[in-house]
């Protein structure tokens, strides 16, 4: 065998490696399985979800993304607020439940033992925070999915930096405009990133318009594809953009909601110090991607000055989901020495734990009443939270 079959062999065993393995397959069903159960019982222990109350009180249309928007629409066309909450349930766990079981495969990918990607599975299942998601308000998880799929696509275009991988970035940006109104506002700066990216755009004008043009035209195609179809539909404009107008209206600098944004961070999602260590990791075993290292930290502390300066609805307990969903996202794309591993573990299992101890930062009694199956008996649907 020549030296350069030696080299392509393993790239070429890679490509071949099937996705829908029969491990990835496995954690997917457990994940639906475990998930749904969990979203029954706090359903059944009279919790209503979120979702629901925007629903049921109008808010629904004035507040997240174009996703969160269409998904409400329709379920709001089903009968009954119990059937209406198994929807929205069953949506969210499916979706979580593919998204665990690509995890586990990515991780295997990368170098990590059955065990360690076993734990890290875990440990995002048992955080208060993902459970929430899943359980009461799934709102963020278009947001969630936006950042889980920013990070390999940064990855790709700092790795390579062609015209290729900035299509493939730009190609995810009309996620973060049809996730959160607060995402949108990343769209410009990512674009002009990615056109940056390449080497003759940052020498030559005409080739950074090009580049910035490739980067930004899907979100454009899209937002003009949405009003048109909403214009069709003959709805109306106004409602489906009230959020990204009212979002971006009445400024504002909330000193207390910084802090208390950066102590759930800090608290809630620990792990941002392992992407801050890989900068200057020495004996990695791939070549450093200090770029998307530093995303998985930046995109997520965006979230919370935007909450400190924006007008929103989002809770504190965003961000830190966002920062674990986008960390775990970043070890799936990339090979890290065992002790760096192990350090990911142990501070995955730490949030777990910080977030059902920590309840000044974050805390919903009542879910937590219906999930731990201490409701008084006899208590109706509806009656957990005033004014629902």
């Given amino acids: 065998m020549?030296?350069?079959?030696?080299?392509?062999?393993?790239v070429a065993a890679h490509q071949r490696r099937p996705f829908w393995r029969p491990a990835t397959i496995l954690w997917s069903l457990v994940a639906v399985i475990v998930l749904l159960v969990l979203a029954l019982h706090v359903i059944d222990g009279g919790y209503v979800r979120r979702d629901i109350e925007q629903l049921q009180g109008g808010d629904a249309w004035r507040?997240?993304?174009?996703?969160?928007?269409?998904?409400?629409?329709?379920?709001?066309?089903?009968?009954?607020?119990?059937?209406?909450?198994?929807?929205?349930?069953?949506?969210?766990?499916?979706?979580?439940?593919?998204?665990?079981?690509?995890?586990?495969?990515?991780?295997?990918?990368n170098g990590w033992f059955r065990v360690g990607a076993f734990i890290a599975l875990v440990a995002l299942m048992l955080h208060a925070g993902g459970l929430y998601t899943v359980t009461a308000s799934s709102r963020a998880i278009p947001l969630y999915i936006a950042f889980a799929a920013l990070i390999p696509a940064i990855r790709s275009l700092e790795d390579v930096g062609d015209v290729q991988s900035a299509i493939g970035l730009g190609l995810l940006l009309p996620l973060l405009l049809l996730a959160s109104p607060i995402a949108a506002l990343l769209i410009v700066p990512?674009?002009?990133?990615?056109?940056?990216?390449?080497r003759d755009a940052r020498t030559d004008a005409r080739a950074f318009v090009a580049m910035l043009l490739v980067a930004i035209l899907p979100t454009l195609i899209v937002a003009i594809g949405i009003v048109g179809f909403i214009m069709q539909a003959r709805m109306d404009v106004a409602a489906a953009l009230l959020p990204y107008v009212s979002t971006y209206t009445n400024l504002h600098f909330d000193l207390e909601a910084l802090t208390d944004?950066?102590?759930?961070?800090?608290?809630f999602a620990p792990v941002?110090?392992?992407?801050?260590?890989?900068?200057?990791w020495p004996g990695l075993p791939e070549r450093r991607h200090v770029f998307s290292a530093l995303a998985v930290i930046a995109l997520p502390l965006y979230l919370v000055f935007?909450?400190?300066i924006l007008t929103t609805t989002m809770t504190a307990i965003v961000?830190?989901?966002?920062?674990?969903?986008?960390?775990?996202?970043?070890?799936?794309?990339?090979?890290?020495?065992?002790?760096?591993?192990?350090?990911?573990l142990l501070l995955l299992l730490l949030a777990a734990a910080a977030s059902w101890t920590y309840t000044d930062l974050w805390n919903d009694a009542a879910w937590k009443a219906?999930?731990?199956?201490?409701?008084?008996?006899?208590?109706?649907?509806l009656s957990l939270r005033p004014g629902v």
């Fill in 2 to 10: 020549s030296i350069l079959e030696l080299a392509t062999a393993p």
């Fill in 63 to 109: 507040t997240g993304g174009w996703l969160s928007q269409v998904v409400l629409r329709v379920v709001s066309l089903l009968p009954g607020i119990q059937l209406q909450q198994w929807a929205l349930s069953l949506t969210a766990v499916v979706v979580s439940g593919f998204a665990f079981g690509a995890l586990y495969d990515r991780l295997r990918a």
């Fill in 190 to 198: 990512l674009a002009v990133a990615t056109a940056l990216a390449d």
């Fill in 261 to 267: 944004g950066l102590e759930a961070l800090m608290v």
């Fill in 272 to 280: 941002l110090i392992v992407p801050l260590l890989y900068c200057f």
């Fill in 306 to 308: 935007a909450r400190a």
């Fill in 319 to 344: 961000p830190p989901i966002a920062l674990l969903v986008a960390f775990l996202s970043w070890l799936a794309v990339v090979r890290l020495p065992f002790l760096i591993r192990l350090l990911s």
């Fill in 370 to 381: 219906a999930l731990f199956n201490q409701v008084p008996a006899g208590l109706a649907q």
